[in-house]
């Protein structure tokens, strides 16, 4: 840079005659003490710092280079397959070259930023200089979104409309876009700081009551949640010849297996591997259990249970019996009544298993005596 | 050695980095300086060169359009934007408390009322007018003109006049080497700003803006709105006035605006004036 900068200064003395300004004067001693200094340069400062260079960088014209070259190989390949050229798209060859390791450039090649400035070498974007130009632009709009709002507010609290009791936009269904996501989406780079302040801002836009008219705004940067309440398996509802709905369901608890079938328009009657439920749980808790999903719904009396179980013991039998009653139950009730299940937990299978004995110690937990010395 | 060799360096690059930004607009023969009065104030010009021959048609009729706001000393007529008036009215000339006044800035006060300092008002409208002439001529010119503020309260204002005149503004955080590291930072042949106007001279800490420092060493003029509790001295066009009321923001905002459009509106009518004189002989 000074090398060449001199180099110009010293064609721009030449061009014109003497320059009485002692600025220049001075130059011309100092570009020529400093161009004579530039020859006597050692070659190994002349090698390419190739670790300094940074991440290899792929101009706009090689990207360009290698979608047509990919598009040319996949018409080619359409061509052998005997498919159509036209219509042969990324999922057929997925299908039929499954060991393809590169996909479209678009996905190979990290997604870059075209260069900022035009020809008179003026950058496009007004905010071009901060450095982080998409996120601060983003914080400029959604400012501005937030002086829309008071605006609006002002206008309706002059009137004497405005109220505090407006439909809320509805943010339990979504998340904020995490901060990789959000990068994803600017194509830039953002500190944790920069994100936390887009949060923040996005909070206090959210605070304020007509909020809903940047709703659009607002869903852009959020993401919805999966449906927390994943479709249960629900039981099929039968009818036997009587006409009369029942419905067979299965449970697990420990190692104990149960199969349960819930017959409607019953008298609460119990039988367990062909025993009254009495005789086979003569402890009044494991009888609570079996009970507790009827007594959550309010369905006491209605239904007649037909049990078998197998494998465990006392408890984790009446655990497994209590599991099954719950799922046959499910093909009875509305999904709101279901949500209700789930929440407390009746549908949930405990996934606790007897530990098993390590070697070392005398049981799973239990260790041996520890002597200090 | 090698510290002094680094040094000079640097110096021939700065030296020559200067005669480059004259170069820019002027052609070679130009001195960098022209001479024009403002206010009654003469300022001198350097020797001036002979002129080379005249070579192409295109560069001739640049050179015309160049040269012709030289001529006069408002050419723009920004004198007529800045009345005093509306700087008072604009409540321009309210500094801060005596305890926070900067010795440099005692000449460009007026007085003091009750521990509060006022700003002179004939000194600002000559400042301002120093200003706003030279941001027009840096608009005519094409240059790239960075609006820097760091005071929250008008950084949304800033950033949409920015916006409306088609330059830039920088009203967030200012990263070490935005100025001074250009080439890293943007990337390189990165052309950096032709003249820097700062509408809040402190930062959110009220120290001096790192942008006013590296300005200088850039070579880049910069035009700042200094309060009496503000630095003045490495600015090229310092405007004492008070840069914490939101009316007098607008306002200088507002002036700004009007300059830099009409400017480009003025370079814009030159290009089609002298497109049309050039292809008009020919066509006969």
Known sequence: ?373 | MRSRLTFRGTLASMAARALMKGLLGLRPSRAVMVGYSVGGHHYSTAASIKPPPPQIDDSNVTDKILSLPLEKPDFFRVSELVSLKELFDARVHLGHKKGCRHRLMEPYLYGCRLDHDIIDLDQTVEHLQLALNFTAHIAYRGGIILFVSRNRQFCHLVENTAKDCGEYAHTRYWQGGLLTNGNIQYGPGVRLPDLIVFLSTLNSVFQQHVGIRDAAKMNIPSIGVVDSNCNPSLLTYPVPGNDDTPVAMELYCRLFKMTIKRAKDKRKQMELLQGLCSTGPDRL
């Open chain 1, 1 to 373: 840079m000074a090398a060449s900068c001199a180099r110009t200064v010293g064609s721009f003395l030449g061009k014109c005659g003497s320059c009485s300004s002692s600025i220049s004067a001075v130059t011309s001693q100092l570009s020529r003490q400093v161009l004579s200094r530039q020859i006597c340069v050692s070659s190994a400062l002349r090698r390419k710092n190739l670790a300094a260079a940074g991440p290899e960088k792929y101009t706009m014209e090689y990207i360009k280079k290698q979608v047509e070259e990919f598009d040319i190989g996949k018409r080619h390949l359409a061509n052998m397959m005997g498919e159509d050229p036209e219509n042969f798209t990324q999922e057929d060859i997925d299908v039929r070259v499954p060991c393809c390791l590169c996909g479209h450039p678009d996905q190979v090649f990290p997604k870059q930023r075209a260069i900022q400035w035009g020809e008179d070498r003026r950058p496009f974007h007004f905010l071009f200089y901060t450095g982080k130009q998409s996120y601060y632009t983003l914080m400029h709009e959604t400012f501005g979104k937030i002086l829309v709002i008071e605006k609006y507010q002002d206008r309706l609290r002059a009137k004497g409309l405005l109220t505090k009791d407006i439909k809320q936009i509805s943010l339990s269904a979504s998340r904020w876009l995490k901060k990789e996501e959000l990068e994803e989406l600017l194509v830039e780079n953002i500190s944790i700081q920069d994100y936390n302040r887009f949060i923040q801002l996005m909070e206090s836009l959210l605070s304020m009551p007509y909020c809903t008219i940047e709703e659009e705004f607002v869903l852009r940067y959020r993401q919805n949640l999966e449906a927390q309440s994943r479709k249960q398996a629900m039981p099929v509802l039968e009818r036997d010849e009587r006409g009369v709905a029942f419905s067979t369901a299965d449970g697990r608890r420990k190692t104990s297996d149960s199969t349960v079938t819930l017959r409607d328009c019953g008298s609460g009657r119990i039988t367990i591997n062909g025993r009254d439920y009495l005789q086979y749980f003569p402890v009044l808790q494991d009888r609570e259990q079996l009970m507790f999903p009827l007594q959550f719904m309010g369905m006491l009396g209605r239904f007649d249970l037909e049990c078998t179980v197998s494998g465990g013991g006392r408890s984790s039998q009446a655990g497994a019996l209590r599991l099954a009653i719950s799922r046959g139950l499910l093909s009875f009730l509305s999904d709101g009544e279901m949500e209700n299940m789930r929440q407390a937990g009746l549908l949930t299978p405990d996934p606790r298993v007897r530990e098993r004995k390590k070697p070392g110690q005398k049981k799973a937990r239990k260790k041996f005596t520890w002597k200090k010395r």
